[in-house]
């Protein structure tokens, strides 16, 4: 039946965080203690407040077709957000929301791209991005980081792969998967090399903004010189633990907006008309309503930080922000240990998953073949079983 699946289709990848978590439950249903640290979701429950704002939507009925672009009220409320958060002024009618931030970016591949388009995609980058950029026909130009660099890059660098085909520019900041954090002054370094390039429009990804360990988050579309070339990509399925709500946002220039309501019009209309309700009590609350998440996403850093440490074999930095470690890993590429050969972080991956039961995702699916990546977003108890399971495996390695 092969023949009958598009060449579009073959040619995408598959999200490794997916197939990971996939095999992870898996052998949890086979009966095998696994603790998967694959997915990033975080593991508290959404708030009571936004619960019952979704209630309310129930009852009052709100269960037809909302606008395509979302309500307006929703629509009114992350303009508010936007400016009380991020000093950028979008109107209501710079905003979609979609069926998660995933769908957003999606939307903006296909409003933007044409065949042959290049895109400036630092890595490590998140999984879909890639992906996104090829479904809609466009060239994805690697920008290679490391963790020298705390896997950002500059401005200079980013001048070095510019060329009349660039259109884009994607990141994230705070970062999947590194949970790297871009400045103020570092995004000023970016900004002074996008200002030569009027070709070019930028994606901002902000969705881990409110799990930020450094104090204010800094947004790329509030420089004013570049404000009309970039779009704030954010949602609420990190800072206030909604994933299955399903719902992401953006902000864009008018007419990129518009591309993207119409994009979605033919696709899937609307988000669900009460995660939208849910969204309102959100973003109308105080950010500070969350901050215990992000209390406990920095204890868990610092706890991951002290093990991962004393685990022979791994290179970390201090992630500044979301939830995920990435360790370079390529020291203990050759390594064995029975019938396991330690080729590379996927071999290094399975290996952990095999022997040590616990779910990791190889740098691969990021760009960055050295590295693998961690999510801290789990209890504290799983997270020491973790790093204690984890180091066994891999003092084994000879």
Same mark, same amino acid.
């Given at each position: 039946?092969?023949?009958?699946?598009?060449? %579009?289709?073959?040619?995408?990848?598959?999200?490794?965080?997916?197939?990971?978590?996939?095999?992870?439950?898996?052998?949890?249903?086979?009966?095998?203690?696994?603790?998967?640290?694959?997915?990033?979701?975080?593991?508290?429950?959404?708030?009571?407040?936004?619960?019952?704002?979704?209630?309310?939507?129930? $009852?009052?009925?709100?269960?037809?077709?909302?606008?395509?672009? +979302?309500?307006?009220?929703?629509?009114?409320?992350?303009?508010?957000?936007?400016?009380?958060?991020? #000093?950028?002024?979008?109107?209501?009618?710079?905003?979609?929301?979609?069926?998660?931030?995933?769908?957003?970016?999606?939307?903006?591949?296909?409003?933007?791209?044409?065949?042959?388009?290049?895109?400036?995609?630092?890595?490590? =980058?998140?999984?879909?991005?890639?992906?996104?950029?090829?479904?809609?026909?466009?060239?994805?130009?690697?920008?290679?980081?490391?963790?020298?660099? &705390?896997?950002?890059?500059?401005?200079?660098?980013?001048?070095?792969?510019?060329?009349? #085909?660039?259109?884009?520019?994607?990141?994230?900041?705070?970062? /999947?998967?590194? +949970?790297?954090?871009?400045?103020?002054?570092?995004?000023?370094?970016?900004?002074?090399?996008?200002?030569?390039?009027?070709?070019?429009?930028?994606?901002? &990804?902000?969705?881990?903004?409110?799990?930020?360990?450094?104090?204010?988050?800094?947004?790329?579309?509030?420089? &004013?010189?570049?404000?009309? %070339?970039?779009?704030?990509?954010?949602?609420?399925?990190?800072?206030?633990?909604?994933? +299955?709500?399903?719902?992401?946002?953006?902000?864009?220039?008018?007419?990129?907006?518009?591309?993207?309501?119409?994009?979605?019009?033919?696709?899937?209309?609307?988000?669900?008309?009460?995660?939208?309700?849910?969204?309102?009590?959100?973003?109308?609350?105080?950010?500070?309503?969350?901050?215990?998440?992000?209390?406990?996403?920095?204890?868990?850093?610092?706890?991951?930080?002290?093990?991962?440490?004393?685990?022979?074999? *791994?290179?970390?930095?201090?992630?500044?922000?979301?939830?995920?470690?990435?360790?370079?890993? $390529?020291? !203990?590429?050759?390594?064995?240990?029975? /019938?396991?050969?330690?080729?590379?972080?996927? &071999? !290094?991956?399975? =290996? !952990? *998953?095999?022997?040590?039961?616990?779910?990791?995702?190889?740098?691969?699916?990021? +760009?960055?073949?050295?590295?693998?990546?961690?999510?801290?977003?789990?209890?504290?108890?799983?997270?020491?079983?973790?790093?204690?399971?984890?180091?066994?495996?891999?003092?084994?390695?000879?």
């Amino acid at each position: 039946m092969n023949h009958f699946i598009s060449s %579009r289709t073959r040619n995408l990848s598959e999200s490794q965080t997916i197939a990971m978590s996939k095999k992870s439950r898996e052998m949890k249903e086979s009966g095998i203690d696994v603790i998967s640290l694959s997915l990033g979701e975080p593991d508290f429950n959404t708030p009571d407040f936004i619960k019952e704002a979704g209630k309310e939507g129930i $009852d009052q009925n709100y269960t037809h077709y909302p606008p395509v672009a +979302g309500y307006k009220d929703l629509r009114e409320a992350i303009s508010r957000k936007f400016l009380r958060d991020n #000093k950028i002024n979008y109107s209501p009618e710079q905003i979609v929301v979609s069926t998660g931030a995933k769908q957003c970016i999606a939307n903006l591949m296909l409003s933007i791209l044409n065949p042959g388009d290049e895109v400036l995609l630092p890595a490590p =980058y998140w999984v879909s991005y890639k992906e996104a950029i090829k479904l809609a026909e466009g060239v994805p130009v690697i920008i290679p980081t490391s963790i020298d660099t &705390d896997f950002k890059i500059d401005g200079a660098t980013l001048e070095k792969y510019i060329n009349p #085909k660039s259109k884009m520019l994607i990141f994230s900041s705070p970062c /999947n998967p590194t +949970g790297s954090l871009y400045t103020k002054t570092e995004l000023a370094d970016l900004v002074n090399t996008l200002e030569k390039h009027e070709n070019i429009i930028s994606i901002s &990804d902000e969705i881990y903004e409110l799990i930020n360990f450094e104090g204010e988050h800094s947004s790329l579309a509030s420089f &004013d010189s570049i404000y009309d %070339r970039v779009v704030t990509v954010n949602g609420v399925s990190k800072g206030f633990s909604m994933t +299955g709500w399903r719902l992401g946002y953006l902000g864009a220039p008018l007419e990129i907006a518009k591309a993207c309501d119409k994009m979605q019009g033919q696709f899937t209309s609307a988000t669900s008309s009460i995660s939208q309700r849910a969204a309102i009590a959100a973003l109308n609350a105080d950010p500070s309503e969350v901050d215990f998440m992000k209390e406990a996403f920095l204890n868990r850093r610092n706890l991951m930080k002290k093990g991962l440490e004393e685990i022979p074999g *791994l290179e970390i930095n201090t992630p500044k922000g979301a939830f995920y470690f990435f360790p370079k890993v $390529d020291s !203990l590429f050759g390594k064995k240990y029975e /019938n396991w050969t330690i080729k590379d972080g996927n &071999d !290094l991956c399975m =290996y !952990l *998953l095999e022997e040590a039961h616990v779910g990791l995702v190889p740098g691969e699916a990021f +760009g960055s073949p050295d590295y693998i990546r961690i999510s801290y977003a789990a209890s504290e108890e799983n997270l020491n079983e973790a790093l204690k399971r984890i180091k066994q495996a891999i003092i084994k390695l000879s």
